[in-house]
């Protein structure tokens, strides 16, 4: 493994790699597999693929999909890819195809955590007022005089997204849960509904 390509936190199998780290290790082998993706998380840049022939699951990394011309990967897709088999696991290194027909949206699997908020609003438009990745939450505004909306990052999964920048807008349905008034639901913004203001 090339020093340029690891990042710390990330499990030696699990880092991302390039042909000519393949070309020099001992021993590799690359074939090709069908599969189903298991999840992918794309906050934290990697899933895991099972594969049909009851080998065991094989990562997927995020490099893996943008280098096939994809952002994300959701549950459930069926997926053709060649994996790599090293030493310390097997990883897939190239997509050969992916069938979403199957597969499963964010927004439709059951919540992983306790941050459960039921909508209680309308869809609005609001602004990110910040949003800390490594906190794992934020906060929304519609605007002054309105109660900030408290974001977990959970919600962000469900909903498809991998991050929020201060001053993005987006919709948002929103409910009052353990942290006060709550965003529940998430889009990407788009249908006109009057901006608020940004004070």
Not at 129 to 136: I, M, Q, S, T, Y
Not at 145 to 165: K, Q, S, Y
Request: proline content about 8%; charged content about 25%.
């Amino acid at each position: 493994m090339t020093g340029d390509t690891k990042r710390p936190g990330i499990p030696d199998f699990e880092q991302p790699f390039s042909r000519p780290d393949i070309l020099d290790e001992p021993g590799v082998e690359v074939f090709e597999i069908a599969g189903t993706i298991k999840w992918f998380d794309a906050s934290k840049g990697y899933g895991f693929i099972v594969p049909d022939n009851g080998l065991p699951d094989i990562l997927l990394h995020v490099t893996c999909l943008r280098n096939g011309g994809f952002q994300t990967a959701y549950e459930g897709a069926r997926l053709q890819c060649e994996v790599l088999k090293r030493p310390k696991g097997m990883q897939a290194f190239r997509i050969i195809s992916m069938d979403e027909s199957t597969a499963i949206h964010p927004s439709q699997l059951p919540q992983r955590t306790h941050v459960i908020v039921t909508p209680e609003s309308d869809w609005e438009r609001a602004y990110v007022k910040w949003f800390n990745r490594v906190r794992g939450f934020g906060f929304l505004t519609r605007g002054e005089g309105t109660a900030d909306i408290f974001c977990h990052m959970e919600t962000l999964r469900r909903f498809g997204f991998t991050e929020l920048r201060p001053g993005q807008i987006v919709q948002v349905r929103w409910g009052y849960g353990s942290k006060g008034c709550m965003a529940a639901e998430l889009r990407p913004d788009g249908v006109p509904t009057g901006l608020p203001s940004k004070n």
